[in-house]
């Protein structure tokens, strides 16, 4: 142990001399993220003895509580992407970036918890392709696997991407450097104890995360007078811009800075996007299915919606914060001059501005394990639809349980190296927001489409699921690439020319949807259903879900997503 940080500190000595830092780092600050470091790996090697199965190492052996898949489910999402990306967005596009946060989020977690869960629980599935495998076969679970795929290793690419521009910018790191010491250890804790290893480390990582956080949006209320201080100072930078309402200025795109109306916000994020994203990405349902039972498993995204509606207290915060009291103005990553710095750049000069000696470390840290976090999931979700998606059904059958183990965990280093490739593609987006929300629409919008209608029709059929899935795929990219490379045509699938890359890409997952829902319908109608008996467990008509009428009404999820949903429509009106 010894060694190992004696060998960290001086290779993050070196690079951190670099001219360009905004701060270095004291050695309390540097023993802080050593002792991580080694507290992570420490806990996978540990856990590496509880994960010889394959139901251990995919799906945790199904035995965690309500509490701790709660916690890993909210932080799987809650990555240095989250902390970095929407801080960006919150400096750009003001409270807007909220809705991710509040319409963009919880009523999709409600849904999933109370509708859609009994489903993927009941059937004992280990991935959402896999519910598709036993709902549609298996051209539309193999469809749904490969674009899962390529979706995580992308993801996997911005999350590292978030990570090096933090130490470049606080540090003065070498973006390599950074990517590479991270990522390796990420790839060795979830190699060794899989996604046992990756929900424990997230349970940390939650709590480092709030910790470490915590810090900027405090001492910012206190610098800039408190929240009517803030905003006073906000009006006084940018006069004639509303940054601060979430609803007023949603009437018109053109009274809002990120050109959009309310009606993108409630169909397109609040319907699909973030239906699709909360409800069909493996990589945060994977934490709920590993639930001890269905009643942990309903409660678990309940747990997490209520921390997620206090997620942007550190996130948006600190964006907002940024316009208020930085002496200088911010711009787009791929406009941005030498010398100037961008949207997503404003949490670590936030940081650099509020953190001394000793908290700083802690602030790194919390970024750290937000990074590797976000990282875990990703790749165990990718190592688990690889192995159970695609090479157990497409290319070898019948191996023994320890050979799928073992493939488990050569493919989490795989594509962990793989998807470092993909961080250099995040730098030709304009922030790190835009780059996810039009991943989210190219694969996740179309999927919500297929598993929705999968589960709550029964006339649904193979051959649509796949056509309709692909329908969806194909229509939003096509939509992707003519408003890109065709500024003219945005106004097309928007209604509105100046709309920005987070509004194009609601409408372009509302259209997507649609043409998945569509297509899905017709060819339903045309082609053979299934019978009832192939049917039982899968949908809705035909699956017995255990009642909850015996226990006490605080037992009861149902109950505890009522609370949920009635604070949500609270902070609504407060920030209306």
């Not at 104890?193 to 709590?207: D, M, P, R, Y």
């Not at 409630?266 to 009643?295: E, N």
């Not at 043409?515 to 053979?528: G, P």
């Amino acid at each position: 142990m010894i060694h190992f940080g004696v060998l960290l500190y001086a290779l993050l000595a070196v690079p951190a001399a670099a001219k360009n830092r905004i701060i270095s780092l004291r050695p309390v600050d540097l023993a802080i993220i050593v002792i991580y470091f080694v507290a992570v790996l420490g806990i996978g090697f540990y856990l590496k003895g509880y994960a010889k199965r394959g139901e251990d190492f995919f799906v945790a052996g199904r035995e965690m509580t309500a509490w701790v898949a709660g916690l890993a489910f909210i932080s799987a999402n809650l990555g240095s992407l989250e902390l970095l990306g929407w801080a960006g967005n919150a400096y750009q596009y003001g409270i807007l970036a909220a809705h991710w946060y509040w319409v963009g989020a919880i009523p999709a977690m409600l849904f999933l918890a109370l509708v859609m869960m009994p489903f993927y629980y009941i059937c004992k599935t280990h991935s959402v392709p896999g519910y598709l495998e036993l709902r549609y076969g298996h051209a539309t679970s193999g469809l749904s696997a490969v674009t899962f795929a390529v979706m995580t290793i992308l993801m996997s690419g911005v999350n590292m991407y978030a990570m090096a521009v933090v130490m470049q910018v606080i540090l003065g790191w070498n973006i390599h450097f950074s990517i590479w010491v991270s990522s390796l250890t990420v790839g060795i804790y979830v190699a060794l104890g899989g996604l046992f290893s990756a929900i424990f480390n997230e349970v940390i990582q939650f709590f480092l995360i709030w910790l470490g956080a915590l810090l900027v949006p405090i001492l910012g209320l206190v610098e800039s007078g408190g929240w009517s201080g803030m905003v006073a100072k906000i009006h006084q930078n940018f006069p004639g811009q509303d940054f601060t309402h979430m609803w007023g200025p949603m009437a018109h795109p053109s009274q809002n800075p990120m050109g959009v109306q309310w009606v993108a916000i409630v169909f397109g994020l609040g319907a699909v996007l973030s239906m699709g994203y909360w409800t069909t990405d493996f990589l945060v349902v994977q934490r709920v299915i590993a639930a001890k039972d269905i009643r942990s498993a309903k409660s678990a995204p309940i747990i997490g919606a209520f921390f997620k509606m206090a997620v942007p207290f550190i996130v948006i915060l600190p964006g907002l914060l940024g316009l208020a009291v930085l002496p200088f103005h911010l711009y787009p990553a791929n406009a941005a001059m030498a010398g100037q710095h961008t949207y997503d750049q404003v949490l670590p000069l936030m940081m650099a501005r509020y953190l001394g000696p000793g908290l700083l470390g802690l602030g790194i840290t919390a970024l750290i394990a937000g990074f590797m976090s976000g990282m875990a999931g990703n790749i165990s979700a990718f190592a688990t639809v690889w192995t159970y998606d695609l090479y157990r059904p497409f290319i070898r059958k019948d191996a023994t349980d320890q050979h799928y183990v073992t493939m488990g965990r050569w493919c989490t280093i795989i594509g962990l190296l793989v998807s470092i490739g993909a961080a250099y593609v995040v730098t030709r987006f304009g922030s790190l927001m835009d780059y996810v929300q039009a991943l989210f629409s190219f694969f996740i919008a179309p999927l919500f489409g297929t598993v929705l209608i999968g589960m709550l029709w029964k006339r649904a059929t193979k051959q649509a699921g796949f056509w309709g899935l692909l329908a969806g795929v194909v229509s939003s990219v096509t939509m992707f690439s003519l408003m890109r490379n065709h500024p003219g045509r945005v106004a097309w699938f928007t209604f509105y020319a100046k709309s920005a890359p987070l509004a194009q890409a609601m409408w372009q997952a509302l259209w997507a949807f649609l043409a998945c829902v569509i297509v899905t319908i017709v060819i339903s109608l045309l082609t053979k259903p299934k019978t009832a008996a192939e049917l039982q467990g899968l949908v809705y008509g035909e699956t017995e879900i255990p009642s909850e009428g015996h226990l006490p009404l605080y037992k009861r999820p149902i109950f505890w997503g009522g609370v949920c949903f009635a604070v949500f429509l609270v902070l609504q009106w407060i920030f209306r």
